[in-house]
């Protein structure tokens, strides 16, 4: 039979609590973006499990908590485990929190939240910020179905490797990158996506907050003469091919193709050459051509936009 939990709070029957480990999402850049729950339990809680205890103390200090902090990384993740599992199973409630965003996302914590289940031990997430999430809602993408396939492999060859068993994907992707490997995985992908609607969001949340949504060989060709720093979150959209036969209605409103992506679908899919796609383009969308080459370098002068907080 399933395991039923609840989630309201335990009947007291000692006097010690019963034990409970709290998942808390975190902020992934601007210290404000954490619920009033979380910072509650924060406070409450016997320990909090994290990756770089500077780094989570700096978030405590803000709110005022002296929590006991514990270092729990992929380093020390399998003895730690053991460690915490036990102090779970003496009754103490704890936290395990990640450095910025959802703890297990790309990030230590499962083998602590599969003990604490094999134990019988109550394990409630507390959601909040997200990567993931932040990057598809402002990205122009569709996202009611989405694929995350974390970072993609360092090595080149493993990287491409993973990238074909993408090409039939027909969801929206989000990746993970490191920025010093970014250029190299957009011309991977789009030599091996094709030219799929993407957008490369860079430091959520924080002071320097920008994304850059264009097709993805426009990005790899801007990307390859621009350095990058920060956190990267890479949201890439269905094939063209599956854009253009989609029924009229299908995509919600403001999401129509850009034109480069059309005259890339055109130019692909027809063989046609660049100005004849061009031509086709902006006769389907009523517009001369001198207009849609217009259109074009707005698209491109304006990949990247920044918004500040």
């Known amino acids: 039979m399933p395991r039923r939990e609840s989630n309201s709070p335990p009947a007291a029957s000692s006097a010690e609590p019963a034990a409970v480990l709290y998942i808390v999402s975190t902020p992934i850049g601007n210290l404000e973006d954490i619920t009033m729950r979380a910072l509650r339990i924060l406070r409450e809680v016997r320990w909090i499990a994290c990756e770089d205890t500077r780094r989570t103390a700096t978030l405590l200090a803000r709110h005022g908590i002296r929590t006991r902090l514990i270092s729990y990384h992929e380093h020390n993740e399998r003895e730690r485990t053991l460690e915490l599992t036990a102090a779970l199973n003496r009754g103490e409630q704890g936290a395990l929190v990640t450095d910025a965003g959802t703890p297990l996302v790309s990030d230590p914590g499962f083998r602590l939240v599969a003990s604490a289940i094999a134990s019988g031990i109550r394990v409630v997430p507390l959601p909040g910020a997200s990567a993931v999430l932040a990057a598809l809602s402002a990205s122009g993408i569709p996202c009611s179905e989405f694929l995350f396939a974390g970072f993609l492999p360092a090595r080149r060859a493993e990287r491409r490797r993973a990238l074909e068993l993408l090409r039939t994907e027909g969801r929206t ?5 490191a920025p010093h490997r970014l250029a190299a995985s957009l011309a991977d992908g789009a030599e091996i996506l094709g030219p799929r609607q993407a957008c490369v969001a860079r430091e959520l949340t924080k002071i320097h907050e920008e994304f850059c949504r264009a097709p993805l060989p426009d990005l790899a060709a801007h990307f390859a003469s621009v350095a990058v720093r920060g956190e990267i979150t890479l949201v890439v959209g269905a094939p063209v091919e599956r854009i253009a036969r989609a029924p009229a209605g299908e995509h919600p409103p403001g999401s129509e193709v850009p034109l480069s992506v059309r005259v890339a679908e055109l130019m692909r899919s027809e063989g046609l ?17 001198r207009e849609a080459y217009r259109q074009l370098v707005h698209e491109g002068e304006k990949l990247c936009r920044k918004r500040l907080i």
Request: charged letters at 35%; aromatic letters at 4%; a positive charge.
């Open 173 to 177: 992707i989000v990746l993970f990158e």
């Open 273 to 289: 050459a660049r100005n004849a796609a061009l031509k086709r383009a902006a006769r389907e969308r009523g517009l001369t051509r």
